[in-house]
């Protein structure tokens, strides 16, 4: 599970660096490009989010 949360999240930042990098560069990103990098880095950091938070439910539930 750990090794999920922390590949998402870096998946989820790199496609951040990349769409900014174009920007700075001043290549045009089309909007269906955008769209989907956009799309993918909100899925990779809602993902490890989500593992994040079950993980902590688990240990939780598991100390009591």
Known sequence: MKRVMWG???L???V???ILLLAALGKPVSD???SILTGAMAV???SAIVVQRKRYIENKLKNK
């Open 32 to 34: 269906l490009i955008f």
């Open 8 to 10: 998402s999240l870096f």
């Open 44 to 46: 990779c950091i809602i």
């Open 16 to 18: 951040l660096i990349i």
């Open 12 to 14: 989820g930042f790199a």
